[in-house]
């Protein structure tokens, strides 16, 4: 009788789980049979939801439950707490499994390359995110003294970022930030928050549903300068093409054109101003140095030669998230992602990479929305499945699913599971149940550890 076919994931985020649920939903699945084990860095599965996602977003949360039905079915367990590849290699997964999909995604910053860019109080928004959304592996404190502050880019990330250095901590308390998080967002000193953009409105990244929140603080109040709102050829083109675009302009466009309120904390969106220079005394900010840019009819901009200074004493820059190089696989040094064809890892030479797959941002970038990795997914399941039907997955040495409990056993990696996980969860519940709220994030590694009863 033929064994079941034996996948690993690496990576427990939306994309790794929605490549299980792909195999979960072949016919595969069927006859003979799928073995899926996710392998995740962190102690608790749900990768970018649970620490990239602001606190503040339920509706994103939301995800969660559905991810949380395909991890509860049998042909599925969770291996947290375990690192690829300090914990388990390549070669050691190629022991163990048919084919190895690769989900990794991506936490750290893209570099800015402007003056000033490392002084104090310069900041990687991937990092102050991970701060806020608990990660264990930063930080407890966050440094919030600057009263006036720059945020970088025109995506969702800075919006995230914004908002949260923008709204009060008792806004942001019935949510499930830590303590150590709450504690310090109540010491904020920030009531002047500053979005830069180097192109236009009709080229912003915001989603339109992003940017409305914006506005439904009490204590924010957002402000546009209408001298901002200009369209050229291109941008009105990508209006008419894009509806989400368009929403996004018109809102920007109402901003523009109100009163300004008397919301205690600013927050100003500022399009046409590319970042030239972080001012800095005594390796210290003390300001952020723009360039007037001019839309050129395509909806890219030039440069003016026209220089502003802002008074601000923290720069944060969101101009993307980049992926970690993941050892033994090919790389893209400039998109920062594992070369593929369909999500098959391909090699220097063109070549396939044996039984070894990518889907998510490790393999298209940290672009979309967490929705979109679903066709990833579903492609990458599909070319896996096609090598299989034409014999072009290795066969493993041992196959046996207890091969991989010994395995790690006899490394002594202490890893949790998917019972763990739900023990895990219990514990964060209990701990915001006596403040009325939903949970308390667990932050420290150790203590997930306990927890979950690794």
Do not use: C
Request: charged residues 25%; hydrophobic residues 40%.
């Amino acid at each position: 009788m033929p064994r079941p076919l034996r996948v690993a994931i690496v990576g427990a985020g939306p994309a790794g789980i929605y490549a299980a649920d792909a195999l979960l939903k072949s016919e595969v699945a069927a006859d003979p049979g799928v073995s899926i084990d996710l392998f995740e860095r962190m102690p608790a599965p749900f990768g970018l939801i649970r620490y990239g996602v602001a606190p503040d977003h339920p509706r994103i949360k939301g995800i969660v439950t559905a991810l949380h039905q395909v991890l509860d079915k049998p042909q599925i367990r969770l291996f947290g707490n375990v690192d690829y590849p300090t914990d388990i290699s390549l070669d050691d997964l190629r022991d163990f499994y048919d084919a190895v999909i690769f989900s990794t995604g991506a936490m750290a910053d893209r570099a800015l390359s402007i003056p000033g860019i490392d002084l104090d109080g310069s900041y990687g928004a991937a990092d102050f995110v991970s701060w806020y959304d608990g990660h264990p592996d930063v930080p407890r404190t966050w440094p919030l003294e600057a009263e006036k502050v720059a945020v970088l880019g025109v995506g969702n990330v800075a919006l995230d970022v914004a908002r949260v250095l923008a709204k009060t901590a008792d806004e942001l308390l019935p949510t499930e930030i830590p303590q150590n998080v709450y504690d310090g967002l109540k010491a904020n000193k920030a009531v002047e928050i500053h979005v830069f953009g180097r192109r236009g409105p009709a080229q912003a990244k915001f989603s339109p549903m992003e940017l409305r929140e914006l506005d439904h603080s009490p204590n924010i109040e957002v402000i546009v300068d209408p001298e901002d709102i200009d369209y050229d050829a291109g941008s009105i083109e990508t209006r008419r093409g894009n509806k989400q675009a368009d929403m996004v302009a018109k809102t920007l466009e109402n901003w523009a054109i109100r009163d300004v309120g008397d919301r205690p904390h600013k927050l100003f969106l500022h399009f046409f101003e590319s970042p030239a220079e972080i001012l800095g005394e005594d390796g210290k900010v003390v300001g952020l140095r723009t360039e007037r840019t001019a839309l050129d009819g395509t909806g890219n901009v030039k440069g003016t030669g026209e220089f502003k200074d802002w008074d601000v004493t923290a720069v944060y820059r969101a101009v993307g998230y980049l992926s970690e190089k993941l050892p033994k696989l090919p790389w893209d040094l400039g998109s920062g992602t594992v070369p593929d064809e369909g999500g098959r890892v391909i090699e220097e030479g063109g070549t396939h990479l044996q039984s070894t797959y990518v889907t998510g941002w490790i393999r298209r970038g940290p672009v979309g929305l967490i929705g979109h990795t679903k066709g990833d997914a579903n492609e990458t399941v599909s070319n896996l499945l096609a090598d299989r039907a034409e014999g072009r997955l290795h066969a493993p040495a041992s196959p046996a699913p207890e091969a991989v409990d010994a395995f790690l056993a006899g490394r002594n990696v202490r890893y949790t599971t998917w019972e763990g996980w739900h023990r895990l969860d219990a514990a964060e519940r209990a701990l915001g149940e006596p403040q009325g709220r939903e949970r308390v994030k667990i932050v420290e590694r150790e203590e997930m550890l306990r927890e979950s009863g690794a």
